[in-house]
């Protein structure tokens, strides 16, 4: 059956259209098609929000970098159930000395909503390496402080060919998540309490022994070294979620079991804040996907080609 009307959005956010009960949508702002059937129910019939190609390469890569962002307008994903897909592929390079990780970040208005990790890269110089990664967000809830439930994987050559196997890496998101924030270094003494299981702070140049953290000479170091040890944890508690480093001051845990959500508290509430990410979908936002390493950098990466596309 033929569609009776066509409408100019955006519209309501409850997902819904409001007008007619068989529509054409057509949203002019953020070039979205979709359809509304008798039921009112929007579905989206296809919409690509941007191509990337052969964008600017990336060198000495450490703390997250920007592979690929997009601008989006307010509201653009602020309709329940919207579910928008991120897919690309990239080449990286290697020397024999920086064998390190690689972390592909998925963000929306700053915030991680998903984050893969690669194992070690390979012990020899190589060039252009691929990797293929795809990531899907699904808005669970819409508004100023909106849930977003994001999955991905990422395909990456580890190898010192592109012939070699590709290998893998799915994430590990239940959904619930807790970001810890050192906005002020802490001093030997104060605690953090991670699920139930108290950590301790040290004195800089210590040595740790169990759940104790050896504080850094910044808030940034300090961080890095609290994800370090939580990374590495094998405390009942703090293992029930995955932990990132996703910027200087910050360390994310997301649940990897089904129905528990991380949470912490501090003895410094001044110095460490904790906070459930949500987005503000009302307001304009960037989505990006962002590429850091760990252990050593990676001197250079380039996108080839990425698409962002709603899809539902």
């Keep these: ?11 309501n956010a409850a997902g819904t259209n409001p007008y007619d ?28 929000l941007a191509i990337v190609e052969n964008a600017l390469a990336l060198t000495a890569i450490t703390t997250a970098q920007t592979l690929l962002s997009l601008a989006l307008n307010a509201g653009a994903l602020n309709v329940q159930n919207r579910r928008v897909r991120v897919r690309g592929r990239m080449v990286y390079s290697t020397t024999s000395s920086n064998v390190a990780t690689i972390t592909l970040a998925l963000t929306l208005g700053g915030v991680t909503l998903c984050s ?14 691929p990797i ?4 899907e967000l699904l808005v669970a809830t819409t508004g100023a402080t909106a849930a977003i439930m ?40 104060d ?21 104790q953290v050896v504080l850094g000479t910044t808030a940034a170091l300090t961080a890095t070294a609290l994800y370090t040890f939580l990374a590495a944890s ?48 009302l307001t304009a936002e960037t989505l990006a996907v962002t ?17 962002i596309e709603v899809v539902g």
């Design 1 to 11: 059956m033929g569609a009776d009307r066509l409408s100019f959005g955006p519209l």
């Design 21 to 48: 009960q068989q529509a054409l949508i057509l949203d002019t702002e953020n070039n979205i098609l979709e359809i509304s059937g008798a039921s009112r129910t929007r579905a989206v019939l296809f919409s690509r």
């Design 116 to 129: 893969i990790s690669t194992t070690a890269t390979n012990t020899a110089a190589s060039v252009n390496l």
């Design 132 to 135: 293929d990664f795809e990531f």
């Design 150 to 189: 994001s999955y991905g994987h990422v395909k990456a050559d580890l190898g010192t060919a592109t012939t070699a196997a590709i290998t893998e890496f799915l994430d590990s998101n239940i959904g619930s998540s807790d970001t810890i924030t050192v906005g002020t270094n802490p001093t030997a003494g």
């Design 191 to 211: 605690t953090i309490t991670v699920n139930g299981t108290l950590v301790t702070f040290i004195v800089h140049g210590g040595t740790a022994v169990g759940n």
């Design 234 to 281: 094998t405390d009942t508690n703090i293992a029930k979620a995955t932990w990132t480093n996703p910027s200087s001051t910050v360390v994310l845990g997301v649940a990897n079991v089904a129905g528990f959500t991380p949470w912490a508290t501090t003895s410094v509430p001044a110095k460490i804040t904790f906070s459930t990410p949500t987005v503000n979908l």
């Design 291 to 307: 590429m850091a390493t760990g252990t050593a950098a990676v001197p250079s990466a380039q996108l080839l080609d990425a698409q």
